[in-house]
């Protein structure tokens, strides 16, 4: 699907547009994505809410939240970042880092267990780095359970490496079926510090996701505002 980012002040008039066209709309709750369906029941086009917004299913609204504090969760083998956001401003960060990856297959430690041994020094010290690499990022994540009030919780990792993160020894301050828990809609390839701001700008911006179908009607909708004399500037960062 195409992707674009659109300024928020947008997204009420497009739901309002969207709803004269009566598609059938369905919300997903896990990934904050509204999705607009056709006759063959599969999603043509879909809109992403921002974590400054609540959408009310029943009466097709927006609301806006006045507080939110949330954490997000990056991770991929080798490196990882936590951060606390408070009102939708980082607040407090921390970046892991973990000897993980074989350097000659470029594979993680976790995924070569499952094919050799661990009987090589080198395999048992990436292990070793493996358990303490999730139970620190579980500490951190205790530590603003702990002292701060959490409404959302945003995660973004392999679905390989999800059980280490819960089997761990010091288990997350969450269970995986929190319902404060949602996927953050984006492939992150190094989850560094500068990447963590720069996700938390993509989730804090509306975007709307379209098929061949549904570009007729997003173009409709940009020429129907322009008609209006107003601009909307779509553009994609990612």
């Not at 390989?160 to 949602?182: A, E, G, Q």
Request: charged share 30%; net charge positive; glycine share 4%.
């Amino acid at each position: 699907m195409n992707r674009e980012i659109f300024d928020e002040k947008w997204l009420e008039s497009f739901l309002e547009f969207m709803d004269s066209k009566k598609p059938e709309r369905r919300f997903d709750h896990k990934k904050r994505q509204l999705n607009y369906n056709g006759e063959d029941s599969k999603a043509f086009l879909k809109v992403r809410i921002p974590l400054n917004l609540e959408y009310s299913e029943i009466e097709n609204t927006l609301i806006k939240v006045e507080f939110k504090n949330y954490v997000l969760v990056l991770i991929r083998s080798g490196i990882a970042t936590v951060g606390y956001f408070e009102n939708f401003t980082n607040a407090d960060h921390k970046v892991f880092r973990a000897y993980m990856v074989r350097k000659k297959q470029g594979k993680s430690q976790i995924k070569y267990l499952k094919t050799k041994g661990k009987s090589r020094a080198g395999s048992r010290v990436r292990l070793a780095e493996s358990i303490t690499f999730f139970e620190e990022i579980n500490q951190r994540l205790h530590s603003y359970f702990e002292n701060f009030r959490v409404d959302a919780i945003g995660i973004s990792y392999s679905e390989t490496l999800m059980p280490y993160l819960f089997d761990s020894k010091i288990s997350p301050p969450f269970s995986k079926k929190d319902p404060r828990i949602f996927k953050i809609p984006k492939h992150i390839q190094n989850p560094t510090y500068e990447t963590l701001l720069a996700t938390n700008e993509f989730l804090l911006s509306p975007e709307v996701k379209y098929d061949d179908a549904g570009k007729f009607i997003w173009q409709e909708f940009l020429d129907k505002s322009r008609t209006y004399n107003n601009e909307i500037d779509p553009c994609d960062d990612w």
